[in-house]
């Protein structure tokens, strides 16, 4: 800090950048007619040989068999992908079978159902799961667990325990860094709909870039060191596209909405690193992995090399902190088929199962992939967030080994006004709420 | 399906009872399925198939076959057999190289045996 005559000159704290988001990106992948089959034998095979060595230090005289190779009777551990059988899941076959005239009037938000049950698949077969331990309200199709138990006189396979894989290892949390920087996470702008208050988005953005307050304010907005915004920037006025050509100046509404949001990223991008995500409103790809925004649709900020356009999901490092988050879809996927008490809980069991994305790509929109799976977590993030949810939660979830995760959901800054502010050297985070209303 | 120019319809879907038979198992809970008595029935079936659909059929081939059917590799549809080669090598599994040599020198099939059937 320079003192020059009255003037103070606060100079923005910097921090190291790592994008570690090559696994996300679809660029050499070409379609060559392959169905989903590719991407679960893959996510089994890997996931199956990482259980198969954690099943010994859990259960060491338990033998490990296929599905084939159950006998009834015999105690011993089975590894498989999880398929729970729904009944008010939606299929598009159900267009065919009933009659055209019945539609359903309500959709549920949640298709869960009492009947639900669970089955495990591998190559060799497919076995229905029994007993009180594995209650299908909390999984999900798509999930690889160990399972210890027996097969009953009935055919089922009767499970005594349930063995996840549990956190991913995680690289050490650097403790060198001792000053307070801070990572603000935004998400739901959702510019351009009625719902969005630019006063509000204006505040945030004059905020982090120090316009706003005394000097004070602006000491700590000076120790933001990087934006990240995760999905749903922009709503397109949907209702101009119905099938038509548009007329010259719907063309212009369409994209207002864009510009608009080009001009505030420009002003943070003037100022600090900016990452921004897609989500389930944006211009990119519907499927998992979301490619990144084009960076045409940003001439202004795009000119900035603070300005990233990136993938959802996300995973980068700032100073060798590991930071993993998506858009949201994710979890709210988990939430139509599974129950959890709050969200952060659907977070915590993505971690344990190690995937991003266990719903992908039964429920969730996935490409097929034929050699790999995206959404596996090979390395515990410090920090896993998902943007555009109802409301801000967050907690500290620690692993057998000594892993800390900050897990955050980042509320709809559009209906809350709120945006999350991280502290990179004690992992602790709070609100930034912004406010426009003047209760009189 | 692969198109042909037969006109006989029946000779296009005449099919004879191999020697071996596809057996049923009785059903129960679980669904083996039997990866080595199906392909063996499966290349026998197909030699016998209408000369439209009948390819040239040699050792090679037969080879080739039976590694689009081990399960142990994953499934083969819509993956070249070479890109289900160096997968199942990238995970570990270990596919036996005479494969791989096959693949890279003369003329086989690069598609997996369904290819361009389903």
């Given at each position: 800090?320079?003192?020059?005559?009255?003037?103070?000159?606060?100079?923005?704290?910097?921090?190291?950048?790592?994008?570690?988001?090559?696994?996300?990106?679809i660029r050499?992948?070409?379609y060559?007619?392959?169905?989903?089959?590719?991407?679960y034998?893959?996510?089994?095979?890997?996931?199956?040989?990482?259980?198969?060595?954690?099943?010994?230090n859990?259960?060491?005289?338990?033998?490990?068999?296929?599905?084939l190779?159950?006998?009834k009777?015999?105690?011993?551990?089975?590894v498989?992908?999880l398929?729970?059988?729904?009944?008010?899941?939606?299929?598009?076959?159900?267009?065919?079978?009933?009659?055209?005239?019945?539609?359903?009037?309500?959709k549920?938000h949640?298709?869960?159902?009492l009947?639900?049950?669970?089955?495990?698949?591998?190559?060799?077969?497919?076995?229905?799961?029994?007993?009180?331990?594995?209650?299908?309200?909390?999984?999900?199709t798509g999930?690889?667990?160990?399972?210890?138990?027996?097969?009953?006189?009935?055919?089922?396979?009767?499970?005594q325990?349930?063995?996840?894989?549990g956190l991913?290892?995680?690289?050490?949390?650097?403790?060198?860094?001792?000053?307070?920087?801070?990572?603000?996470?935004?998400?739901?702008?959702?510019?351009?709909?009625?719902a969005?208050?630019?006063?509000?988005f204006?505040?945030?953005?004059?905020?982090i870039?120090?316009?706003?307050?005394?000097?004070?304010e602006?000491?700590?907005?000076?120790?933001?060191?990087?934006?990240?915004?995760?999905g749903?920037?922009?709503?397109?006025p949907?209702?101009?596209?119905?099938?038509?050509?548009?007329?010259?100046?719907?063309?212009?509404?369409?994209?207002?909405p864009?510009?608009?949001?080009?001009i505030?990223?420009?002003?943070?991008?003037a100022?600090v690193p900016?990452?921004?995500?897609p989500?389930?409103?944006?211009?990119?790809?519907y499927?998992?992995?979301?490619?990144?925004?084009?960076?045409?649709l940003?001439?202004?900020?795009?000119?900035?090399?603070t300005?990233?356009?990136c993938?959802n999901?996300?995973?980068?490092?700032?100073?060798?902190?590991?930071?993993?988050?998506t858009?949201?879809?994710?979890?709210?996927d988990?939430?139509?088929?599974?129950?959890a008490?709050?969200?952060?809980?659907?977070m915590?069991?993505?971690?344990?199962?190690?995937?991003l994305?266990?719903?992908?790509?039964?429920?969730?929109?996935?490409?097929?992939?034929i050699?790999?799976?995206?959404?596996l977590?090979?390395?515990?993030p410090?920090?896993?967030?998902?943007?555009?949810?109802?409301?801000?939660e967050?907690?500290?979830?620690?692993g057998?080994?000594g892993?800390?995760?900050?897990?955050?959901?980042?509320?709809?800054f559009?209906?809350?006004?709120?945006?999350?502010?991280?502290?990179?050297?004690?992992?602790?985070?709070?609100?930034?709420?912004?406010g426009?209303?003047?209760?009189? | 399906?692969?198109?042909?120019?037969?006109?006989?319809?029946?000779g296009?879907?005449?099919?004879?009872?191999?020697?071996?038979?596809?057996?049923?198992?009785?059903?129960?809970?679980?669904?083996p399925?039997?990866?080595a008595?199906?392909?063996?029935?499966?290349?026998?079936?197909?030699?016998?198939?209408?000369?439209?659909?009948k390819?040239?059929f040699?050792?090679?081939?037969?080879?080739?076959?039976q590694?689009?059917?081990?399960?142990a590799?994953?499934?083969?549809?819509?993956?070249?057999?070479?890109?289900?080669?160096?997968?199942?090598n990238?995970?570990?599994l270990?596919?036996?190289?005479e494969?791989?040599?096959?693949?890279?020198?003369?003329?086989?099939?690069?598609?997996?045996?369904?290819?361009?059937?389903?």
């Open positions: 800090m320079e003192i020059d005559g009255e003037k103070t000159i606060l100079e923005r704290k910097q921090s190291t950048y790592l994008s570690l988001d090559e696994k996300f990106e050499k992948e070409t060559g007619g392959q169905q989903y089959s590719q991407i034998f893959t996510r089994l095979h890997l996931m199956r040989t990482l259980l198969y060595s954690l099943v010994p859990l259960k060491p005289h338990l033998p490990v068999c296929k599905i190779g159950l006998e009777g015999k105690e011993c551990i089975i498989g992908t398929y729970k059988h729904m009944k008010l899941k939606p299929s598009i076959l159900d267009e065919y079978s009933k009659t055209r005239s019945v539609t359903p009037l309500v549920p949640n298709f869960m159902h009947d639900d049950h669970l089955i495990l698949e591998d190559e060799s077969g497919r076995v229905k799961l029994g007993g009180t331990m594995l209650l299908p309200s909390s999984y999900i999930i690889v667990v160990a399972l210890h138990g027996m097969e009953t006189e009935a055919g089922d396979f009767f499970v325990d349930v063995l996840d894989a991913a290892p995680q690289i050490e949390f650097p403790l060198e860094s001792r000053e307070d920087k801070y990572v603000v996470l935004v998400s739901g702008l959702s510019v351009g709909s009625s969005s208050n630019p006063l509000q204006q505040l945030l953005v004059d905020h870039t120090g316009h706003l307050g005394d000097e004070k602006q000491a700590i907005a000076a120790q933001i060191v990087h934006v990240i915004i995760a749903s920037s922009v709503e397109i949907r209702g101009l596209l119905n099938g038509q050509n548009l007329a010259s100046k719907d063309q212009s509404r369409l994209s207002e864009i510009k608009e949001l080009d505030m990223l420009t002003q943070i991008a100022s900016l990452d921004i995500m989500g389930p409103n944006d211009p990119a790809n499927s998992l992995p979301q490619q990144p925004l084009n960076r045409c940003f001439p202004g900020s795009a000119a900035y090399n300005f990233r356009s993938t999901p996300h995973c980068f490092e700032l100073d060798n902190i590991r930071f993993l988050g858009s949201g879809q994710n979890i709210d988990l939430q139509k088929y599974s129950e008490k709050d969200k952060l809980e659907f915590e069991r993505t971690l344990r199962w190690r995937n994305g266990p719903t992908a790509p039964n429920t969730l929109g996935c490409y097929p992939f050699d790999r799976d995206p959404f977590i090979d390395s515990c410090h920090v896993y967030f998902a943007g555009n949810q109802d409301k801000y967050t907690s500290l979830l620690k057998t080994e892993q800390l995760v900050r897990l955050i959901c980042i509320p709809k559009s209906k809350t006004g709120v945006a999350v502010a991280f502290n990179m050297r004690n992992l602790e985070c709070h609100t930034l709420s912004f426009t209303q003047f209760d009189l | 399906m692969a198109t042909t120019s037969s006109k006989n319809m029946k296009f879907y005449r099919q004879k009872k191999t020697t071996g038979g596809i057996t049923k198992k009785a059903t129960n809970t679980k669904s399925k039997n990866a008595a199906l392909s063996s029935n499966l290349t026998a079936f197909i030699s016998h198939a209408s000369p439209e659909l390819d040239d040699d050792g090679k081939e037969s080879v080739l076959r590694f689009d059917m081990n399960m590799y994953g499934p083969c549809l819509g993956m070249s057999r070479q890109a289900r080669w160096e997968r199942a990238r995970l570990g270990n596919p036996p190289k494969i791989e040599v096959m693949l890279n020198g003369g003329k086989v099939q690069a598609g997996c045996l369904w290819d361009g059937r389903i």
